[in-house]
C-alpha cells in the first residue's frame, strides 16, 4: 500500500480538514495523491484558495501539494486509504456527540472497496471504532472489516498554536486489526513523522492512550485550581508557591486557570461515559471535572467582590475581557470557558466589553450571542485578562491606567502582569 502510495497509483483520503485534518493531508501532499473531503462547502472553497479556515497554516504551506479539496462522494471513492479526522464534542449534558463520527463512518462504507484501508483519527472512547464505527461501515459497504478491508486507530497530537511540537515532530501513536494493518498503517505514518511511531498492541489501547493524555493533563490543572482557591483565602500567590515546589527535581509544574477548548475539557467525559456504562462511577475524573468547570464563575465573583470592595456599583459598572478564544494565540472559540465568564458576569447587569486579536465575531456572535467591541474605551472599573495572547505581552500598567476609571480592578488570570501592576489593585489566580 504505501508504495502504491508513494507512486500515486493510489490515493489517500482525509475526511474532516479542520485543525487535526487539513494538517495531515498537506503532510502527505508533500509525498502522494491526496483527496482532501469536508462536507462544509464554504471552508473547501477556501482551502482552494490556500486559506485554512483555522488560521493555523499559512498559504505557503498550500504550495506544491499534490491535494485536491472536494465535498462530492464520487471524488473520495477515488482514494484506497481513508483517514478520519472529524470533532468529536460533546453535548450540553456533557454526553459525548458521535453524529460526525457516524455520518463520517457512513461515508467511508459509501466508498471504501476490497484491499482499502481506514484509519480514525478523532477522539473517542475505548471501543468506540470497533463497536460503534467499524459496523456502519459493514453494514454500508457490504464488506467485512479486517477480511475484506483494514482499519486502525490513531489519535491525533496536535496542538492548536504549537509552533514547535508539530505534526511531523510528534511520536505518532498507531494501531490495526492485525499485525498486517498495524505495521502497514506504521510505514504510512513513518513516511511524513520524522520523530517516528509508537504502535500500540491494540485499537483500544491506542484509544485509551489519547484520552488518558489529557484526563491527566486536566486532572493536573483541577488540582492547581483547588489549591488556588484554598492559597487565596491564605492570602499567599500561587505562582510563587509553584515556583517554590518547582526547586525540587520530581516537582512537575502545572498552573491553574480556565480549562476550555475541543481536548482537555471534553476527552475526559468520554472516559467517564464508557466507564458509567460499564457499571463503573469514575470519582477522581468526574471531581477534577467539576472542579475545572466551576473556575469561570469563580473568578467571575472574585471579580465582582474586588469591585464591591473598591466602591463601585456593580450597575454602573464597565468591564473589559481581553481575550476569548479557548487558548493562547489561536482563532478558536470552541467550549472558551471565558464566554462561560461573560455570561457569570453578564447575570449581574454588568456592562461587558470583550476584545480579542484572534477570535473573529460572526463566530462569537453565532454561538455565543456577543461580539467583540469595536474600540477599547478609557472608562473601565475593571479589566480581565483572560488569554495570555502575544499581543498582550509587551502591555504595562501605564497601559492598563489609560483605560480605567479611578479604583479598578485588574483580574490577570494567567498571571502575566503580576510584576508590572504595582498600582492598580490587582489580582491572579
Known sequence: MLDLLLNKQKKLAVIGLGYVGLPIALEFASKMKVIGF????????????????SNEISKVDFENKDII???????????????????????KHKVPDLNL??????????????????????????????????????MISGLKAG???????????????????????????????????KETIACIY?????????????????????????????????LMNELSLIFDRMGINTYDVVAAAGT??????FYPGLVGGHCIGVDPYYLTYKAIELGYEPQVILSGRRINDDMSTYVAKKTIQMMIKAGKLLTDTKVLIM???????????????????????????????????????????????????????????????AVNHQE?????????????????????IKNMYRDKIKKLRYWTL
Open 38 to 53: 469536508d462536507i462544509n462547502e464554504e471552508r473547501i472553497a477556501m482551502m482552494r484558495n490556500h486559506i485554512d479556515p
Open 69 to 91: 479539496f472536494t465535498n462530492e462522494i464520487d471524488v473520495l471513492r477515488e482514494a484506497s486509504f481513508f483517514i478520519v479526522a472529524v470533532p468529536t464534542p460533546v453535548d
Open 101 to 138: 463520527l457516524l455520518h463520517a463512518s457512513k461515508t467511508v462504507g459509501l466508498c471504501i472497496k476490497k484491499g482499502d484501508y481506514v484509519v480514525f483519527e478523532s477522539t473517542v472512547y475505548p471501543g468506540c471504532t470497533e463497536e460503534d464505527c467499524i459496523p456502519i461501515i459493514d
Open 147 to 181: 477480511i475484506d478491508y483494514k482499519y486502525g486507530y490513531s489519535p491525533e497530537r496536535i496542538n492548536p498554536g504549537d509552533k514547535i511540537n508539530t505534526l511531523a515532530t510528534i511520536i505518532k501513536i498507531i494501531s490495526g486489526n492485525d499485525e498486517e494493518a
Open 190 to 222: 513513518e513516511s511524513i513523522i520524522t520523530a517516528g511511531v509508537h504502535k500500540a498492541s491494540s485499537v483500544k489501547v491506542a484509544e485509551a492512550a489519547k484520552i488518558i493524555e489529557n484526563t491527566q493533563r486536566d486532572l493536573n490543572i483541577a
Open 248 to 253: 525540587k527535581w520530581n516537582f512537575q509544574e
Open 323 to 385: 481575550g476569548v478564544t479557548f487558548k493562547e494565540n489561536v482563532s478558536d472559540i470552541r467550549n472558551s470557558k471565558v464566554a462561560d465568564l461573560y455570561k457569570e458576569l453578564k447575570s449581574y447587569s454588568i456592562h461587558i466589553d470583550v476584545s480579542d486579536p484572534h477570535a473573529k465575531n460572526e463566530e462569537l456572535l453565532n454561538e455565543y450571542n456577543f461580539q467583540l467591541t469595536p474600540t477599547i474605551n478609557n472608562t473601565y472599573d475593571a479589566v480581565i485578562i
Open 392 to 412: 498582550y505581552v509587551t502591555l504595562d500598567e501605564n497601559y492598563f491606567t489609560s483605560i480605567c476609571n479611578e479604583n479598578a480592578v485588574i483580574v490577570d
